[in-house]
Nanobody, 124 residues
Framework: QVQLVESGGGLVQAGGSLRLSCAAS????????MGWFRQAPGKEREIVAA????????YYADSVKGRFTISRDDAKNTVYLQMSSLKPEDTAVYYC?????????????????WGQGTQVTVSS
């Protein structure tokens, strides 16, 4: 069983930055691909970014390419999402997820464990 705890969300003005963190309890954290998803009110949960075991393979949704960066620190059992040039449409609850495969999945059903989410609100 893996427990994931997100932090770093908050209220920020458009154009600003935030860094989300996700701390994992798994002793074998390095063997999980990790993903960040988000869900806005009334919308489906969508993938934002994902990273493979080694960190050498990453994926970004088109809507965040060039603005968001996913990274991981296996020594700290933590995955990060650096968000820059934030837009009001980035407002959502952001979730961290773990996938028991080497390469990260791109849909929510690929992921086995989920955090509780952290709210990100971008004001215009």
């Amino acid at each position: 069983q893996v427990q994931l705890v997100e932090s770093g969300g908050g209220l920020v003005q458009a154009g600003g930055s935030l860094r989300l963190s996700c701390a994992a309890s798994a002793r074998t954290f390095s063997r999980y691909a990790m993903g960040w998803f988000r869900q806005a009110p009334g919308k489906e949960r969508e993938i934002v970014a994902a990273i493979s075991w080694s960190g050498g393979n990453t994926y970004y949704a088109d809507s965040v390419k060039g603005r968001f960066t996913i990274s991981r620190d296996d020594a700290k059992n933590t995955v990060y999402l650096q968000m820059s040039s934030l837009k009001p449409e980035d407002t959502a609850v952001y979730y961290c997820a773990a996938d028991r495969t080497m390469l990260p999945g791109r849909i929510k059903y690929d992921y086995d464990y989920w955090g509780q989410g952290t709210q990100v609100t971008v004001s215009s």
